[in-house]
């Protein structure tokens, strides 16, 4: 088969390996699609560590082509999505269902302590525990139930409740996902601060109530204004102290100021803890998701509660992902997707 490998830092070479045989819990599944997400990205460069050679890509769906002998909620020709994160369920966390958490936290393909080969290749391994069953949504769609997932864990972190106001920095394709999942969890009205034309017009389109120019206004006067007042939730979706600054100056009393972009590691920032204090401010992080929030995204994806399809801006083949790494770091584009069936 063919493979997108993580050969060293900022080299990757498709390589022909040999297709690899399910273990007795595992399904071999045959990648429909795998969309490429910052964290490849970060991984392709360097600044997420990663022991090569590697096959990066965790957002992928596919056919199941193989079961191991002791799986048997899985036959072959199943269409399926693949959640990356495998938990152990023997440590605390996992037993509390906080698997993103797990002490001996495994991705497929994905950042990790340990990583397995992902699915940037025509089949990949993976846990049938780790499958979801997607129905006749298309792979393109079902590639994006990761990230979907991950904006879920973020409204469950937020803790929010219907008719709670949200301010948005950052609409890439992960601030635009997160948009449309606070929406469906009644969030109103949704303000959105995004430097770039298109993709504020986008988040206009997907249900943003007001959108915000940060080279015409300053985000800290203009959300609060649009959104009659500072909102329940500040969340940043881009990983900058600036930025995260701004989503907790705008947060109201009481309210949370949401970490779902991911910050550089060595970044630090001061707060007041005065104003934590008196303004019972929560500062709430959001990493990755959980088994929970993975089977919540395929089933908005199945009931059509998400615009997936205009979140994908291209189809690639495996011989593709350096030139889509550079398009990514020029913010160029949305969501690209690994075709490997594309690239003979
Ligand atoms: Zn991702
Ligand atoms: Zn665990």
Redesign the pocket.
């Given at each position: 088969m063919r493979a997108s490998t993580l050969t060293d830092v900022g080299e990757i070479t498709v390589e022909d390996r040999d297709r690899p045989d399910p273990a007795d819990d595992e399904v071999l599944v045959q990648v429909g699609a795998c969309s490429v997400c910052m964290t490849d990205y970060h991984m392709y460069h360097g600044t997420f560590a990663a022991e090569t050679p590697l096959v990066l890509g965790h957002e992928g769906a596919g056919t199941v082509a193989e079961v191991g002998a002791d799986v048997d909620r899985f036959a072959v020709g199943d269409r399926v999505a693949i959640n990356p994160t495998v938990?152990?369920?023997?440590?605390s966390?996992?037993k509390k269902g906080e698997?993103h958490l797990?002490?001996?936290n495994t991705s497929i393909g994905g950042a990790g302590d340990t990583i397995l080969d992902g699915a940037f290749a025509e089949y990949v391994r993976v846990p049938a525990i780790n499958v979801e069953d997607i129905g006749e949504m298309s792979f393109e769609r079902a590639a994006l139930a990761e990230p979907l997932a991950c904006c879920v864990h973020g409204v469950e972190q937020a803790d929010i409740k219907p008719g709670d106001s949200v301010g948005i920095i950052g609409a890439g394709p992960i601030g635009l996902l997160l948009l449309q999942a606070f929406r469906n969890a009644g969030a109103a009205p949704i303000v959105v601060s995004e430097l770039d034309d298109e993709r504020r017009e986008l988040a206009a389109d997907l249900g943003a109530d007001a959108v915000i120019d940060p080279n015409e206004e300053d985000p800290e006067e203009a959300i609060p204004a649009a959104a009659g007042g500072p909102v329940n939730v500040g969340a940043e979706a881009i990983g900058l102290v600036p930025t995260i600054k701004q989503a907790n100056a705008v947060t109201a009393p009481g309210g949370s100021t949401l970490i779902f972009g991911v910050p550089d590691q060595e970044a630090t920032m001061e707060v007041s803890p005065f104003d934590v204090f008196f303004d019972e401010v929560d500062y709430r992080g959001s990493f990755s998701l959980t088994t929970e929030d993975f089977e919540r995204a395929i089933t908005l994806l199945r009931h059509e509660r998400i615009d997936a399809e205009t979140l994908i801006t291209e189809r690639i083949g495996l011989d593709d992902l350096p030139a889509a790494f550079e398009r990514m770091g020029n913010a160029e584009g949305l969501k690209k997707v690994v075709v490997p069936g594309d690239s003979e």
């Open positions: 938990p152990c369920n023997a440590c966390y996992c698997t797990c002490e001996n």
